[in-house]
């Protein structure tokens, strides 16, 4: 019998007493001043400064904004907050891949916060931060382990930025950070996290706008790159709302495979989806879309896989990213052998397409591509004070 396609979120957000302001467009925080009695023809300035404190300097009380007067500063601080997700715990793998289990503000009285998990991989030329959509996943992908997990529920645009300046608090990455070069350590964003990004479209968006916008975190969108599995309908929307690149989690080349890997294919099939990807706006040769192929042992793997992935890409602007199978518990699924890889990519490379084959980062933590389930809500009480402990002396 064929499972569901997506699960439907099981709670909505609940905002704090005293929201945060993390996450809200110009024109929201205008509305939000004049809701406490910013006159007119000051909201335009103060917006201005909560801007630049929020995204360029990372504050993170308003006692900090030093260039906003002291009462309004206390008027800020009686009604809002600058508040992101709080790090609960902390993961350093032996490649220097960090994983961050981060608590989202809000909930409901008496009820466990709700976590989700972001990751940051370092490399010598760049550090991206793997950030994630939603809490759990709607979908129910075959191979990867964050699809086993029920969706809670949709992540706010501030939770979304907020995962961005969270990574840029730990690693002390702020616009007057001390370095040799000044150069920023968070440079790319990819969105393949937790979540299926374009089942949150608005969030999403309001976020990467911020996080993109040049007045504040900065951020490239040639350097942002948005994952989805195939959303059909909302692909176009992306390319001309957002504007960031465009990744595409195919990992198989027939439909009837796909339909067991990725079960939203039985809703929006390949032909549809390749259709979707050669109208990206703004797709060319120099904003190729990636398509993200998972390399599993005797599944997808053959070189017939390989001629026909490298056939139906013909004429869309495109690179091939194949990705080792990152092992997790109870998994049918077996990684490819090296070999084998290196072959799959050789001939797609001899095609025309470029073909990297992704290193496996963090797998000793479970923060590989396809690994992020949020293992540490299974922990005890008292393992988790102890990972509490070391996130907030490091």
């Not at 569901?4 to 001043?33: F, H, I, M, T």
Request: glycine share 8%; hydrophobic share 35%; net charge neutral.
């Amino acid at each position: 019998m064929k499972g569901p396609l997506e699960k439907a979120p099981l709670e909505s957000y609940v905002p704090p007493a005293k929201p945060s302001l993390v996450g809200l467009s110009r024109s929201e925080l205008a509305d939000k001043l004049g809701e406490i009695g910013v006159a007119p023809a000051q909201r335009k300035m103060r917006v201005q400064q909560l801007w630049h404190w929020m995204y360029v300097r990372g504050a993170q009380e308003f006692a900090e904004m030093s260039n906003v007067s002291k009462d309004m500063r206390a008027q800020l601080e009686q009604h809002f907050t600058v508040a992101r997700p709080e790090v609960v715990a902390e993961q350093i793998s032996n490649d220097g891949t960090r994983k961050w289990l981060l608590r989202l503000p809000g909930g409901n009285a008496g009820e466990r916060a709700h976590e989700v998990e972001c990751v940051y991989i370092p490399e010598t030329d760049r550090g991206t931060l793997c950030v994630s959509s939603q809490v759990g996943c709607t979908l129910t992908c075959s191979f990867c382990h964050t699809g086993t997990q029920r969706l809670v529920r949709n992540l706010t645009s501030g939770e979304i930025a907020g995962q961005v300046m969270v990574a840029r608090d730990r690693l002390n990455d702020w616009v007057d950070r001390e370095t040799p070069t000044g150069s920023r350590l968070v440079t790319n964003v990819v969105m393949m996290g937790m979540g299926e990004p374009l089942y949150n479209f608005d969030a999403v968006r309001d976020a990467l706008l911020i996080v993109s916008d040049n007045e504040g975190i900065g951020i490239s969108r040639r350097r942002i790159t948005l994952s989805t599995s195939g959303v059909v309908p909302n692909i176009a929307r992306a390319g001309d709302e957002i504007g960031v690149m465009l990744a595409i989690s195919l990992h198989a080349v027939r439909d009837d495979l796909r339909n067991e890997l990725v079960p939203l294919n039985r809703k929006y099939p390949i032909e549809q989806l390749l259709d979707a990807c050669r109208n990206y706006p703004g797709v060319s040769n120099s904003r190729r879309i990636t398509f993200e192929y998972v390399m599993l042992k005797h599944v997808n793997d053959s070189m017939d896989d390989a001629k026909l992935l490298v056939k139906m890409l013909k004429g869309i602007p495109a690179k091939i990213n194949l990705i080792p199978f990152n092992p997790w518990p109870g998994t049918k699924y077996e990684c490819s052998d090296w070999d084998q890889i290196e072959k799959f990519s050789e001939y797609i490379f001899n095609a025309g397409y470029s073909s990297p084959v992704r290193t496996p980062r963090g797998r000793d933590i479970l923060a590989a591509c396809g690994q992020l389930k949020s293992e540490t809500e299974k922990l005890s009480a008292r393992e988790r004070q102890a990972l509490r402990a070391m996130a907030m002396t490091d």
